[in-house]
């Protein structure tokens, strides 16, 4: 079963991500959620998820070293940053740690498409590949 | 004193974290660096417990940007920054070392226009979100303790303002810089507030609950 996590200090916001990733059509997809960095750190090394929809500034350990520590655990899904941050600056160095997409809140109209664009195509790639 | 409940202060945060990340935007394209967020802490108090919550820093001298809004929510915004944080930022901006209190008037310029950009960026966030529009007023710019400030405001212990403070920190390089935005309404503004979040949230998410 493929599996999202998305993490967002914000409750409001991960019900916003949570409803378009549940928009998605993807077959027994199951969805979790993080609140701070080292939750989702933990959650992507103990039980890693096939995508991570990742917010950067978060109380605990920012997105950045999080993303940084679970690729060095061996961490291999798909992650698709979902931020407030909308410095170029950040952009770029989040195309350094190698970032599967990008898209800047708010998530509402254009964004929403965006961020379900990244899902499908993650998501259907996998498929395609088979459970692995 | 207008309450808000948790969902409505949960979307509060989040929409100035959005305010944040677009001022963060600007800074770094003013510095030429990537500035590094952290998480800003989001109060709704009393006014007239302002000084008291903020503590040695009510007592410091900060430099403060005021900009009055107008609109169907309508205040005061006060950015304040400890004045070493405000040296730190200059620096930033101007690329070399600047006194600790004294600042020429063309830094009190840069320091009002990051107000500006702050301000108009935490607010800007609320008012597309929620569907509303604010008018803003020219900022000022001072450099002086904060406390004899709000207590010098006959508004300051009128039980129905409150004030929505966000505590934020940023680093650019290895400097940080602490600030803090005041977001200062009456009754009326803090109930259109309060009601056009709860519009906000039956737009997106219906009824749920945090």
Redesign the interface.
């Known amino acids: 079963m493929p599996k999202v996590l998305i993490v967002d200090d914000s409750a409001w916001a991960r019900t916003l991500a949570r409803q378009v990733v549940e928009g998605i059509d993807v077959p027994g997809l199951e969805v979790c959620e993080a609140a701070d960095g080292v939750v989702a750190l933990e959650s992507m090394t103990v039980d890693p998820p096939d995508l991570v929809v990742l917010d950067l500034v978060l109380p605990g350990m920012h997105g950045d070293e999080v993303l940084r520590q679970a690729r060095r655990a061996g961490f291999r899904g798909k992650v698709v940053v979902l931020t407030a941050d909308v410095q170029d600056a950040t952009r770029a160095a989040m195309d350094e740690l190698g970032v599967d997409g990008f898209v800047t809140k708010p998530l509402v109209g254009a964004t929403v498409e965006a961020l379900a664009d990244h899902l499908r195509r993650h998501l259907e790639a996998r498929g395609a590949q088979g459970d692995g | 004193m207008v309450e808000f409940s948790a ?1 409505q202060k ?2 509060l ?2 929409v100035v ?6 001022a ?2 600007s800074l ?2 003013l510095t030429g ?7 800003p802490r989001v109060e709704i108090l009393p006014l007239a417990q302002l000084d008291d919550h903020l503590g040695e820093v009510a007592d410091q001298e900060v430099c403060s940007v005021l900009q009055v809004f107008e609109g169907e929510v309508a205040g005061d915004a006060i950015l304040f920054l400890p004045l070493p944080s405000a040296r730190n930022l200059l620096e930033l901006l101007v690329g070399r070392p600047m006194a600790l209190t004294r600042f020429s008037e063309l830094e009190q310029a840069a320091l009002m226009e990051v107000g500006n950009i702050v301000i108009n960026a935490c607010l800007g ?1 609320l008012a ?2 929620l569907k509303t529009r604010f008018s803003f007023l020219v900022p000022h710019v001072a450099v002086q303790s904060l406390r004899p400030m709000l207590r010098g405001d006959g508004r300051r212990d009128d039980p129905n303002r409150i004030c929505l403070l966000v505590e934020s920190r940023f680093r650019v390089k290895s400097r940080a810089v602490d600030g803090y935005l005041a977001i200062v309404v009456g009754v009326a503004s803090a109930r259109a507030l309060a009601s056009a979040v709860d519009r906000l ?1 039956t737009a ?2 219906g009824s ?1 609950t ?1």
């Open positions: 969902r949960d979307v945060t989040e974290n959005l305010g944040m990340g677009r963060a935007a770094s394209r660096d990537r500035i590094l967020l952290e998480v966030s597309n979100l949230l997106t998410v749920w945090p």
